[in-house]
C-alpha cells in the first residue's frame, strides 16, 4: 500500500532564506507527483508536476525533483518570501489514477 | 478554460442536519473526485467516479455520505445526518488524464 510522508511537519524561516521541503513515498509504480500549496481554509493550488519519466521541474522560485528508484521528491524555495506562507502537500498518482497524499509540511517566512 | 466550479463556499450546520455539496467539473473531464480534508491532514478520497459510473467508494461513510453524478457532468455530495466529525473541507477535482484540477472547495463546519 501506498505511503507518502513529508518531513518536517512544519518549518519557520526567515525571509530571504532557499529552503528544502522533503517528500518520500513507499512504492516506485508512479504515474507522476505533484506539489500543491494550501492557504489557510482554502482549496489547493498546483505548483508543479513531475511525471514519471522526468527528474525534475522549475516554475520560477520553485524547483521540485523527483527520485523514484530512492522513492524520494523534494521542493526546493528560493529567496523565500513572506507570501510563500502555507501548506505544502505532496501527492503521487497511483493505480486507478488516485492520488496518495502526504500530511504536509507548514512553513511559515518570517519577514 | 473554465476550472472545476463548488458552491457553496462554506456552509455550517448543526449536527444531525442535512447538507449538500455541488460541483461541476472542467468540461470533457470523464473522472471527478470527491475529497474530505480534516484540519491538519492530507485529503482523503471519498469518492471515484468515471462519467456517471462509480469506480472507488470505498472510504465513503455509506450510512451518512451519498454521492452521484447524473448525466456524468455535475456530482453533489450529501451528508445526512451530519456530525461533529464532518467538520473538513470538501474538495472537488476532476481529470482527463492523470492530472487532477481541483475546485475551491466547500469548507463545512458543523456545530
Known amino acids: 500500500k501506498q505511503e507518502v510522508t513529508q518531513i518536517p511537519a512544519a518549518l519557520s524561516v526567515p525571509e530571504g532564506e532557499n529552503l528544502v521541503l522533503n517528500c518520500s513515498f513507499t512504492?516506485?509504480?508512479?504515474?507522476?507527483l505533484q506539489w500543491f500549496r494550501q492557504d489557510p481554509g482554502k482549496g489547493l493550488t498546483s505548483l508543479l508536476l513531475i511525471q514519471s519519466s522526468q527528474r525534475e521541474q522549475t516554475s520560477g522560485r520553485l524547483n521540485a525533483s523527483l527520485d523514484k528508484s530512492s522513492g524520494r521528491s523534494t521542493l526546493y524555495i528560493a529567496a523565500s518570501q513572506p507570501g510563500d506562507s502555507a501548506t505544502y502537500l505532496c501527492a503521487v498518482t497511483g493505480s486507478n489514477y488516485q492520488l496518495i497524499w502526504g500530511a504536509g509540511t507548514k512553513l511559515i517566512i518570517k519577514p | 478554460e473554465a476550472g472545476v466550479a463548488q458552491s457553496p463556499r462554506y456552509k455550517i450546520i448543526e449536527k444531525r442536519q442535512s447538507v449538500a455539496f455541488w460541483c461541476n467539473p472542467i468540461?470533457?473531464?470523464?473522472?471527478l473526485y470527491w475529497y474530505q480534508q480534516i484540519l491538519g491532514q492530507g485529503p482523503k478520497l471519498l469518492i471515484q467516479?468515471?462519467?456517471?459510473?462509480?469506480?472507488?467508494d470505498s472510504q465513503l461513510p455509506k450510512d451518512r455520505f451519498s454521492a452521484e453524478r447524473l448525466k456524468g457532468v455535475d456530482s453533489t455530495l450529501k451528508i445526512q445526518p451530519a456530525k461533529l466529525e464532518d467538520s473538513a473541507v470538501y474538495l472537488c477535482a476532476s481529470s482527463l488524464g492523470n492530472e487532477q484540477y481541483f475546485g475551491p472547495g466547500t469548507r463545512l463546519t458543523v456545530t
Open positions: 468540461s470533457g473531464h470523464a473522472t
Open positions: 512504492d516506485s509504480a508512479i504515474y507522476n
Open positions: 467516479f468515471q462519467n456517471n459510473g462509480v469506480v472507488d
